[in-house]
């Protein structure tokens, strides 16, 4: 297994026992091939929940312009939920897990068919 595959499985262990998700293996596989190489850097492959430029700039970059979402108070709330399911104390937030939640959350799996 390579280092993608080994990233891949520590997030489904994340899904399922920090956010009490079975995760579809074959999404998050998509999901975090979609996020690049930010999944390889220590700073770029978590998301800083507690600040609000970070929350920003997932609802633009990833829920508006690659999800395809309109903007909307639903975005916020989205993440919001997203943070509360992770949980607020979790210090790392793999972006991937994040991204994955919110894809599901949205029902736009079909963005990564």
Known sequence: MGKRDDLIAQYADDLKN???MDPDMELLTKVTIGCGPAIYDADASTVASS??????????????????????????????KAVEIYGKSERNKYRAVFYYMLTKHFGKESVYG
């Open 18 to 20: 920090k956010c009490g």
């Open 51 to 80: 600040q609000e430029s970070e929350l920003e700039t997932v609802k633009n970059n990833f829920l508006i312009k690659k999800l395809g979402l309109s903007d909307g108070p639903e975005l916020t709330e989205a993440i919001s």
